[in-house]
């Protein structure tokens, strides 16, 4: 079933209880007023001759936002092949086929906006199913592709095969500032909403048990990159997990940290003064960890074991935080919403980790007002749970209904509210 536009229809939907994306507090019994592909008004009366679409028994959201998904990985699991294979046995064609279903997938669980922070090796393709979902020919979210990403030489996979053979990369590698801009430029010239970089790659544990990450691009070649988007309006997402390339990607005036394992006090402090945003993806983390007795296995346990209070500290300091999951790297089948969970496990409140995946997204994308909320003037993207995710923040796996951009896609309201 495709999304179908409801143009020149005004379709009022009744919400038993409604999170607005903005307001702390949730109201009952409210009408949302949809005209077309926006919001008209939210009241308590359902205007003349419009259709009545009633989620008087669900729980009531703006269409949610993962701001770090790859439609173009499909778990990695080792067990499958990994990353690798992904690059070395799949053509493209196959996977456009499978990225197509991961979009799907994110649209069925009520994210109606994705930021896909790069194709991992298959080209300008999100740009391609953007445009596949924009003509209505596929069903998806909105994307915000970033294209192909930015690493440097060493700085990136496919890895470890015999120096004598050639093996694609998972990103565009580049070395020296001159390098960095021209590959901003031509991702930008070929569709990138956003310029992904990744400014930390290996990680290991010092002798003192510490998580060490390589740095990968220098400070000229991050200003290079961050001043050749910002001149053309976008902006740059920084994979760091701590240490040299993190504080790199500051000090470049990055406006993301993705991931951020292990922000030190004075990267907060940085983050802070410079409005930096912070994506913290925490579930991926605990996927496909190498056997504990490994030098492998110990390095992933210890970025588990930082993670969560870098992400406390970062959250008490005021950081701003946005909802992102690195889909993907788990598999599809997996649910996004498992994210919520994880930030509430870490002391953040239920609302506002739903604030972080709707209005805080939305302020990331610079799209405050448009995605994220549910007011006048919003684009019509609206998604329902059964339950209240605010007492048990695990609703929100429980999607029922999703409208995009004023086109229902997905109702199960009725069917499922009549079993309970
Ligand atoms: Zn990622």
């Known amino acids: 079933m495709l999304t179908t536009a409801l143009l020149a229809t005004v379709v009022a939907i009744k919400a038993g209880t409604l999170i607005d994306g903005r307001s702390d507090t949730p109201r009952t019994n409210q009408v949302i007023v949809v005209r077309d592909n926006r919001v008209e008004s939210v009241g308590t009366t359902v205007p003349d001759g419009a259709k009545v679409i009633d989620l008087s028994n669900m729980t009531v959201l703006p269409g949610l936002i993962d701001t770090h998904t790859h439609i173009f990985l499909q778990g990695e699991d080792p067990a499958l092949g990994g990353y690798d294979v992904q690059l070395l046995k799949y053509g493209i064609a196959y996977r456009a086929a499978r990225a197509t279903v991961s979009a799907r997938r994110a649209l069925e669980q009520g994210f109606t906006t994705i930021r896909d922070m790069e194709t991992e090796g298959a080209g300008y393709g999100d740009v391609e199913l953007k445009q596949a979902i924009e003509e209505g020919h596929i069903p998806g979210p909105r994307i915000f592709g970033c294209t192909r990403g930015i690493?440097?030489?060493?700085?990136y996979p496919l890895e470890g095969y015999a120096p004598e053979i050639e093996v694609p990369k998972g990103v565009q590698i580049v070395d020296g500032p001159v390098e960095a801009r021209k590959a901003a430029r031509e991702q930008i010239d070929k569709g990138a909403d956003w310029i992904k970089v990744y400014m930390t790659h290996r990680s290991w544990l010092d002798k003192n048990g510490n998580l060490v990450s390589q740095p990968t691009l220098t400070l000229e070649e991050i200003?290079?990159?961050?001043?050749?988007a910002h001149g053309q309006k976008r902006k740059v997402a920084c994979h760091a997990y701590g240490g040299e390339g993190l504080h790199r990607a500051l000090d470049g005036g990055c406006d993301s940290i993705e991931h951020g394992l292990d922000l030190d006090d004075a990267a907060i402090a940085q983050m802070v003064r410079q409005g930096t945003w912070l994506v913290p993806t925490l579930s991926v983390y605990y996927d496909h960890n190498a056997p504990a007795d490994t030098p492998a296995g110990r390095r992933d346990r210890k970025r588990v074991a930082v993670h969560?209070?870098?992400?406390?500290?970062?959250?008490k300091a005021g950081v701003k935080i946005a909802f992102g999951t690195d889909a993907g790297g788990f598999s599809w089948s997996e649910p996004i919403a498992q994210e919520f969970g994880r930030m509430t496990s870490f002391g953040m409140s239920p609302i506002e980790a739903i604030e972080c995946a709707t209005s805080r997204a939305a302020e990331l994308l610079d799209m405050q007002g448009e995605l994220g909320v549910i007011a006048p003037g919003a684009y019509a993207d609206i998604v329902a749970v059964a339950g209240d995710p605010l007492k048990d923040i695990g609703a929100m796996k429980d999607v029922r209904f999703v409208m995009k951009n004023g086109g229902v896609f997905?109702?199960?309201?009725?069917?499922k509210t009549r079993d309970e």
């Open 151 to 155: 690493s440097s030489t060493g700085g």
């Open 223 to 228: 200003r290079a990159i961050v001043d050749e």
């Open 410 to 415: 997905l109702n199960s309201s009725r069917a």
């Open 308 to 315: 969560g209070p870098s992400f406390q500290k970062a959250m």
